[in-house]
């Protein structure tokens, strides 16, 4: 119940600093952003668009050591775990391409310009698009339970070339790209120590929300798969 | 829209948090639907039993 209270406490005061907080050319204060060129205020996404892209990492990342565990266990608890992972990742993976387009509007002048970053992340979506293709294809239960979790280890193999080397050793308009000088909005260069602190927090925040949202989901398999069980035995 | 947009951009920071909660918002639906069916079930199944 306690971190329950304390993702409340912090998404509310992520949520307030990440909007109201002033953006100034020379920050004094604790609570004042430095003003990033060619950005100002839109520099606030970054609260919320990139925590979207880091969940979508760590929920792939779950699917993928649940995938791991149930094919070494057989425990169909596990793979219920890595499907509700996955799906969360696919939910937060759509958010992250959403959020972005609507920024690179205001930043790059158009919704979607196949920028290398934007390229691997539709590349993702399709990958993991396939997955649940995959899992409803499937009628019977361990049949699917391996082959998905053999199909979600393979993909998110991946994930890593589409996250991290593709989008930086091309070029493009992303910050972090092959051609970036550091005049941009680049994280470690740019943000100061109150900006770095909130965003930290966010990330914090969104991660413990993540988690919660994902047990929730993963229990209502978990429990619809027993029920079913009992249905059919009964 | 667009050029408003672009000198008040504090709104598009608004946008985009409306988007994640949106987001966020559905995935909840779904699973709130999942869950209401596994109730239907167990009270399908409590009935069959009487």
Known sequence: ?234 | MESFLSNNSIYIVMIIVLIVWGGIFFYLLSLDKRIKNVEKEIKNGEQNEK
């Not at chain 1, 699917?63 to 219920?80: E, G, H, P």
């Open chain 1, 1 to 234: 119940m306690i971190w329950k209270i304390i993702l409340f406490l912090l998404i509310s005061f992520v949520s307030i600093a990440g909007i109201a907080f002033p953006i100034v050319k020379n920050p004094q204060a604790w609570y004042e952003f430095p003003n990033i060129p060619g950005l100002e205020e839109n520099a606030k996404i970054i609260f919320f668009h990139v925590p979207t892209a880091w969940l979508t990492l760590i929920a792939f990342l779950m699917s993928t050591v649940f995938s791991f565990k149930y094919l070494k266990n057989k425990n169909m608890d596990d793979d219920a775990k890595a499907y509700a992972a996955a799906q969360l990742g696919m939910v937060f993976c759509i958010l992250a391409t959403v959020t972005g387009a609507v920024w690179a509007k205001f930043a790059w002048g158009a919704f979607w310009s196949w920028d290398p970053r934007q390229t691997s992340i539709f590349a993702l979506l399709l990958i993991y698009g396939a997955l649940f293709a995959l899992r409803s294809s499937i009628e019977s239960e361990e049949k699917r339970a391996t082959l998905s979790s053999v199909y979600s280890m393979i993909a998110f193999v991946t994930v890593p070339f589409f996250i991290f080397i593709m989008p930086r050793i091309m070029k493009g308009l992303h910050p972090g790209s092959a051609d970036d000088t550091g005049a941009g909005p680049i994280v470690n260069f740019q943000m100061n120590s109150s900006m770095l602190f909130i965003f930290v927090l966010s990330l914090i925040g969104f991660t413990i929300l993540y988690y919660w949202m994902w047990q929730v989901s993963y229990k209502s398999v978990i429990y619809r798969d027993k029920l079913n069980k009992n249905l059919i035995r009964g």
